[in-house]
């Protein structure tokens, strides 16, 4: 595989997309700002000095998106159908987890737009924070899915084999040492009974989307886990340790626990 | 005093553990939980486990919420896990203040919210089969009537 945008003399040049067909392309991004809790609580009561911080970040994520071709110097500008940003604010982790969705018909893919659009979110976010929280640290900035164009679909979670993964960055400022690609799943209860062990370990990549949803369907389609035949109505779910619903969105390194309702005492 | 164990546990000893010197405690109200035969049959035993780490946090929760609510002076809390044979006991909950009334109300609260948060889990054991333990309606309406107090 070569580098298409260095052209035989080594220097860069723009793909010439002339002769490529146009297709239906979409890509998305994600990404994670870390934030002190006081400054999430700000956030959520809309008591920052720069008002409505969510609105803001969005709107700056869009914009960026329709401007990708103007920072990234070999980017094609290209006409977006359709960009969304959506913001998951994580008392547990926190910090807000940031995704952007672009869509295009066109000649080229649409993933450098999602990134812009998730890199100016979070840059929006901290400015608009920065008055009261000067610790703020961006990053976990991906693309985790495209569609469309001559290679195809493509996500994180087809590409990755274990043992040939790429080096997971650090998760934070902090950076903890234990791998962090992967998430430790716990059973309990009657739950354990219908799991191929009480304790595993799921590859970040091989969950889509990245909740506790997303996670149980992974673990259904692999035959690790069959909460259908639950006696008890519903399944309950805590995430490092602290009960949560199945919106949650995971992160690597985190510890998902799959239980019945709790009957102690 | 938060503690999960396995070996059963002495109530007296625990009263003169929360009491010790403490002379502004008035009131002392004590809760057992213990394991008892079903309505229609007869039961053997159980098997209660627990979520390691998770358990001690919800519990240090609890008790800290009902140190806000109440004017407490000491709360303990025990609770078994592990094989409990008919009639042994699971679970004490134990709080201390300087009147009744802060006392009863503390241990209540405690024992309705450890019952439906705190992540424990009873396998009944009777002579016909091994089963788990589901859990009850009752308990979630018990919890929910501290919330509009």
């Known amino acids: 595989m070569s580098l298409t945008h260095i052209n035989h003399r080594g220097e860069a040049h723009m793909v010439d997309v002339g002769d490529k067909s146009v297709t239906s392309r979409s890509a998305t991004a994600t990404g994670f700002i870390t934030m002190q809790p006081n400054t999430l609580q700000l956030l959520v009561d809309g008591a920052l000095p720069k008002g409505d911080v969510l609105a803001t970040a969005r709107i700056a994520g869009i914009q960026a998106a329709k401007r990708t071709s103007d920072l990234i110097p070999l980017c094609h500008p290209l006409p977006l159908t ?182 102690g005492g | 005093m938060i503690r999960i164990q396995q070996e059963p546990f002495d109530v007296s000893h625990e009263y003169d553990v929360l009491v010790g010197e403490t002379g502004s405690i008035g009131a002392v109200v004590s809760f057992v939980g213990r394991v008892r035969d079903l309505a229609d049959e007869q039961v053997c035993g159980l098997t209660l486990e627990h979520y390691p780490g998770m358990t001690e946090s919800v519990l240090a929760e609890l008790v800290d919420d009902a140190m806000i609510r109440w004017s407490l002076e000491g709360v303990s809390v025990i609770h078994r896990t592990g094989y409990l044979g008919r009639g042994e006991d699971i679970v004490l909950v134990m709080t201390a203040s300087a009147h009744r009334h802060a006392a009863f109300e503390s241990c209540d609260y405690i024992m309705d919210h450890l019952k439906t948060r705190a992540p424990f889990w009873k396998k009944e054991h009777t002579q016909e089969e091994v089963c788990w333990v589901a859990a009850k309606e009752l308990d979630d309406k018990a919890v929910s009537r501290w919330r509009d107090k």
């Open chain 1, 82 to 263: 359709h960009v969304s940003i959506d913001m998951d604010i994580d008392m547990t982790k926190g910090g807000i987890h940031v995704m952007a969705t672009c869509r295009t018909d066109g000649k080229t893919g649409v993933e450098m737009e999602a990134l812009t659009a998730v890199s100016a979110t979070c840059l929006t976010l901290f400015d608009m924070c920065k008055a009261v929280d000067r610790r703020m640290v961006i990053g976990d900035i991906r693309v985790n899915e495209k569609t469309g164009g001559k290679s195809g679909s493509w996500s994180r979670e087809d590409t990755v084999a274990p043992g040939n993964a790429v080096p997971e960055e650090k998760e934070d400022a902090a950076g903890s040492s234990m791998s962090t690609a992967l998430l430790c799943v716990r059973f309990f209860g009657e739950a354990r009974d219908h799991a191929r062990a009480g304790m595993l370990d799921i590859n970040i990549e091989a969950v889509e989307p990245l909740t506790v949803a997303g996670l149980k369907a992974c673990l259904i389609a692999r035959g690790d886990f069959d909460p259908s035949r639950l006696q008890a109505g519903r399944l309950m779910v805590a995430v490092n340790q602290k009960m949560t619903s199945e919106d949650h969105l995971l992160s690597p390194g985190d510890e998902v626990a799959f239980f019945p309702p709790v009957t």
